[in-house]
């Protein structure tokens, strides 16, 4: 608890204002948490200092700077020349790392390559002088450039992502070409280090790209061993190296700083880990990379960076039996790490070269970190031998694993249809990968596909026939208003009346079929979604104009929600037996209300009709399904599952057709027993009203559960880490082009890092990926059509009206409803842009002098659908998620992407009257509950009473 603490602190404490925001820090990460005592004593001297608080905030800050100088080789370059004189002093040569990863836009990209080039300008001029050193200036390949320099790829571009590789290289490429012309000029090295795994592959990308460009330049570049692809990657790029580079490739192998990152991505999105489970077989596989390396020695010039002694004994031995001279081995260690190491090789005559990193705290915050982690893993080496003196025969022992375990390629399980007799318990359907190139390939490969098949017919279904209506609906693809994707029929009143007579009649015997029969229909239509995805995928893509990865979320959330109901219907299936007493028996059960009508949006053209007519089915309804009129092919092939997979045609009716026509009809006929709508807050309103008269015939209450609209803040605190904020409000506010109802619309940021953060999301909006859905790089596609268009449009202008608009893109594709992300800055509260709900790219953003003042803006809203927070002062996060008026409230992350079961999600006030979908209430909406009780006393005679669950009712 107390590494977690102080971790926090750590992390949070170059966004401290002043020494009263440190010791605020201070007071709310550690107050109550127990210190080990070695950390008490060193607070007991701080707070003895006669001066007090803002002592102890001084004292905080001191121990914080010294352990970042421990880490830290100097603030800028100027001062690393001094630092780095030092070191090569020593015997130790460098490479310098310029501290600063994550950037948002274009301009702190362009900041960090210009402080490259300054730092190799400063070092160039400042290395010349040194005294000369053989064993650090020569191998058996050449001369060793002195100055030497590491850059971070995703500092590069703040598209360095999967999706937007192409321009993220050709942005990188552009941005080293200075750095690159120098270092050919002056000899400078220049290496690639590599970070997360979805910037790997992009990253050795751009390495071919700069030897293709640059083929007489030094270049450098990183292999994780703790990566189960590294001895793949390792054999690739000496090929690559032997056969292009005019000087040979340095390769420096690592064993990985990001591996409780990629654990945790991967177990959080259901992928598998790019990395060993095991440190051991990090370690093995490191020695057998080592020994690649040093085999084709010559062809690239290796270099292995590591603190374990084992591990650097293992490369200097087998070196030796290799009988490469000292000068072919390079060993490298990071600046304030294992000293006694970098001492004991340099005495051994080996040439050393430390990684220095350069630069200020707050970017430096996420090394600093990430070495701390390191030294205080149970794994680590460093640990092992420096703070708990473990033996050292034990530790240099070689690492046992066999090692076919290491050429073992991690793959996603495949899921077996679930059985309704003993389900396994609910996970999400992972997500596609698409930081892999594979699953990139097939989702675009299906969306072409798909691109052939479009402009088929969705017929109106009562009893599983097509009937003909007179009325067309055609949905076309609102990124290209020229290309039809389904003629669907138009039904009406006399349409609805006849599907509810088939209804009627087919009702009886699915209500008495058994839950189990139910929810097996429910595995089987998730089998089948499964089995289609990608098809149904490419069809939203054309549809709904969703871009590709939001569409394949979608049908992974429509597959939830098949496996999440019908367990829930399992575990609602048992009833219960309540109040027991002698001579009484009393059952408690759940009953279907009836025939209902399910009326779906466009925005999840899958997921929300199958959520909302799954549940009703599982629990014994009927359903009249009226799809949205711009999405009825996506529909009609959910309806088609659902029939395959066993439902009756006569409970489950297809109705495309207007919302005026079909909607009214079933909202207002007295056979329907209840309606569950997702759409605006207009029609919904519309809907209740219209239910709750009572017409002639009609014998039941009819319920309403409705999903309806948002006006989604998110509050920014002093502290929240922007790095962190600025990407998930910007993915919040323009993905989909802001038509989710869980989207951001409102940003409302504290007075003191108001400038910052508004600078820090213009230049992310700025760069938002704008275009069709049907490319992968796409976030901000299409608005769904003229309607949406032309009130986007009025919003926007009258955001020029009444606001300052910071962004406004106009870089969007001809011929589809595109409308590009906008900014708006606004002291009114009040003002149209800032209360109505857009549906759209335009995102508005507030100004609050404090916390308290920043809820009072988020509240001020008729809506109450999602909101988010960012800060990292647990008071105030707990003071938010209390008093936020929203059904989901996100704590530093975005706040949509909700996932069934884990998100539930809903909301209350205007937007929406229900229990939340995905979530353990949601069945109980479609149902009504019955109450059974026998009097169990005959002749005075009763048996005794039953326990627990009771046989189904329905
Ligand atoms: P040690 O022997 O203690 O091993 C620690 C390693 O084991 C870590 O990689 C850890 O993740 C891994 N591990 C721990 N538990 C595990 C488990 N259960 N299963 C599998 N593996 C487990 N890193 C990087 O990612 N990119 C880079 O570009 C660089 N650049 C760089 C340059 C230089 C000069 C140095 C010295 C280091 C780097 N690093 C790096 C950091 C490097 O990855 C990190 O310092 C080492 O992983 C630490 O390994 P050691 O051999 O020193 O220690």
């Given at each position: 608890e107390f590494k977690t603490q102080l971790f926090r602190f750590v992390d949070v404490f170059p966004r401290c204002r002043d020494a009263d925001d440190v010791l605020r820090h201070l007071s709310e990460y550690f107050d109550g948490v127990p210190v080990p005592r070695a950390v008490e004593l060193g607070l007991d001297v701080a707070e003895q200092v006669p001066l007090g608080r803002v002592v102890s905030a001084a004292v905080a800050r001191r121990n914080v700077r010294r352990m970042a100088r421990q880490f830290i080789a100097a603030e800028d370059a100027q001062g690393a020349v001094v630092r780095l004189r030092r070191l090569w002093d020593q015997g130790e040569a460098v490479t310098v790392d310029l501290l600063g990863e994550r950037v948002v836009s274009e301009d702190e990209a362009q900041r960090y390559a210009d402080r490259i080039v300054e730092l190799v300008d400063v070092l160039s001029a400042g290395t010349p002088g040194w005294p000369a050193r053989e064993v650090l200036e020569r191998d058996p390949w050449g001369a060793l450039p002195r100055v030497d320099v590491s850059v971070k790829p995703?500092?590069?571009?703040?598209?360095?992502a999967p999706l937007t590789g192409a321009e993220a290289l050709d942005a990188a490429a552009a941005r080293l070409r200075p750095v690159l012309d120098r270092a050919r000029a002056g000899g400078a090295t220049v290496h690639l280090d590599t970070e997360h795994d979805e910037a790997k592959d992009l990253g050795y990308e751009l390495l071919r790209r700069l030897g293709r460009e640059h083929p007489d330049v030094q270049l450098g570049c990183v292999v994780q061993?703790?990566?189960?692809?590294s001895y793949a990657d390792l054999h690739d790029l000496v090929a690559w190296s032997a056969r292009e580079l005019q000087i040979p490739l340095r390769i420096r192998l690592v064993k990985g700083a990001y591996w409780d990152h990629e654990e945790i991505v991967a177990a959080s999105a259901g992928w598998p880990s790019?990395?060993?489970?095991?440190k051991s077989q990090t370690d093995a596989n490191f020695e057998r990379c080592t020994k690649f390396l040093i085999d084709h020695a010559g062809e690239v010039r290796p270099a292995i960076a590591s603190h374990n002694l084992r591990s650097l004994a293992h490369a200097i031995a087998y070196a030796e039996r290799r009988g490469l001279?000292?000068?072919?081995l390079e060993l490298q260690l990071l600046y304030g790490m294992a000293e006694p190491v970098h001492a004991a090789l340099v005495r051994e005559g080996h040439r050393v070269r430390v990684y220095a990193p350069v630069g200020e705290l707050v970017p430096g915050i996420a090394y600093l970190v990430r070495r701390l982690l390191e030294n205080t893993s149970n794994e680590s080496f460093v640990r092992h031998r420096?703070?708990?003196?473990?033996d050292l025969d034990e530790l240099i022992r070689a690492p046992v694993v066999e090692h076919h375990r290491l050429d073992e390629q991690p793959v996603a399980p495949r899921r077996p249809a679930t059985d309704p007799r003993a389900p396994t318990p609910f996970t999400d359907e992972p997500?596609?990968?698409?930081?892999r190139a594979h699953a990139r390939a097939g989702l675009a490969g299906g969306v072409r596909d798909a691109a052939d098949r479009l402009g088929f017919a969705a017929p109106v279904l009562v009893d599983g026939q097509a009937v003909a209506t007179d009325r067309e609906i055609v949905s076309v693809d609102p990124g290209s208003f020229?290309?039809?994707v389904c003629r669907s029929g138009g039904a009406d009143g006399s349409i609805v009346e006849a599907a509810l007579d088939v209804a009627a009649s087919a009702w009886p015997a699915w209500r008495a079929a058994p839950w189990e029969e139910r929810a097996a229909i429910l595995f089987r239509a998730a089998a089948i979604l499964r089995a289609r995805r990608v098809e149904l995928t490419a069809l939203e893509v054309f549809e709904?104009?969703?871009?590709i990865a939001e569409a394949d979320a979608d049908v992974c959330e429509a597959i939830d929600f098949c496996e999440y109901y019908g367990r829930e219907a399992l575990r609602l299936s048992r009833g219960t037996r309540v109040g027991?007493?002698?001579?009484e028996a009393n059952t408690y059960s759940y009953e279907p209300l009836g025939i209902g009508a399910v009326i779906s949006p466009w925005n999840f053209p899958l997921a929300i009709p199958t959520g909302m007519i799954t549940a009703a089915l599982v629990t014994g309804n009927a359903v009249m399904f009226k799809p949205a009129e711009q999405t009825p092919g996506t529909a009609l092939r959910l309806v088609e599952i659902l029939h395959e997979a066993g439902?009756?045609?006569?409970v489950l009716a297809f109705l495309p057709g207007l919302g005026e026509d079909v909607g009214a009809a079933l909202v207002e006929?007295?056979?329907?027993a209840f309606i569950a709508f997702t759409g605006s807050k207009a029609v919904g309103l519309q809907i209740i009203e219209a239910a709750a008269t009572v017409r002639p015939g009609q014998r039941q209450v009819k319920r309403v559960l409705a999903e309806m609209g948002g006006k989604n803040p998110v509050v920014v605190d002093t502290d929240a880490d922007l790095d962190v904020a600025v990407p998930a409000i910007t993915q919040s506010a323009f993905?989909?082009?802001?038509?989710?109802?869980?989207?951001?619309?409102r940003v409302i940021v504290l007075d003191p890092v108001f400038d910052e953060l508004v600078g820090r999301l213009a230049g992310a909006a700025a760069v938002v990926p704008v275009g069709?859905?049907?490319?992968?790089?796409?976030v901000c596609g299409p608005l769904i059509d003229a309607d949406a268009y032309e009130r986007v449009a009025r919003y926007r202008s009258l955001a020029h009206e009444t606001s300052d608009v910071v962004v406004e893109r106009d870089d969007v594709p001809v011929g589809g409803w595109y409308a590009g992300p906008v900014v708006a800055v606004t002291?009114?509260?009040?003002s149209p842009i800032a209360t109505?709900?857009?549906?759209?790219?335009l995102l508005t953003v507030l100004r609050a002098g404090d916390f308290d003042h920043a809820i009072a803006l988020a509240n001020d809203t008729d809506y109450a659908l999602t909101a988010g927070v960012f800060s990292r002062t647990p008071s105030r996060i707990a003071h938010a998620t209390g008093s936020l008026r929203a059904g989901n409230v996100y704590v530093?992350?975005?706040?949509?992407?909700a996932r069934v079961g884990r998100q539930p999600f809903g909301g209350s006030a205007l937007s929406g009257v229900g229990f939340k979908s995905?979530?353990?209430?949601?069945?109980?909406?479609?149902v009504e509950t019955r109450v059974v009780t026998e009097n169990t006393i005959r002749q005075g005679f009763a048996p005794p009473p039953d326990e627990g669950e009771s046989t189904p009712q329905a």
């Open positions: 995703t500092a590069l571009s703040p598209l360095f061993a703790y990566r189960t692809d790019p990395v060993f489970a095991e001279g000292t000068g072919a420096f703070a708990e003196g473990r997500l596609a990968e698409l930081r020229d290309r039809v709904a104009g969703k871009p027991q007493v002698p001579g439902v009756p045609p006569g006929h007295p056979r329907v993905a989909y082009a802001g038509q989710k109802c869980s989207a951001a619309s069709p859905a049907q490319e992968l790089r796409t002291d009114d509260a009040r109505d709900e857009i549906f759209g790219p530093n992350r975005g706040i949509t992407g995905g979530g353990s209430d949601y069945l109980l909406q479609f």
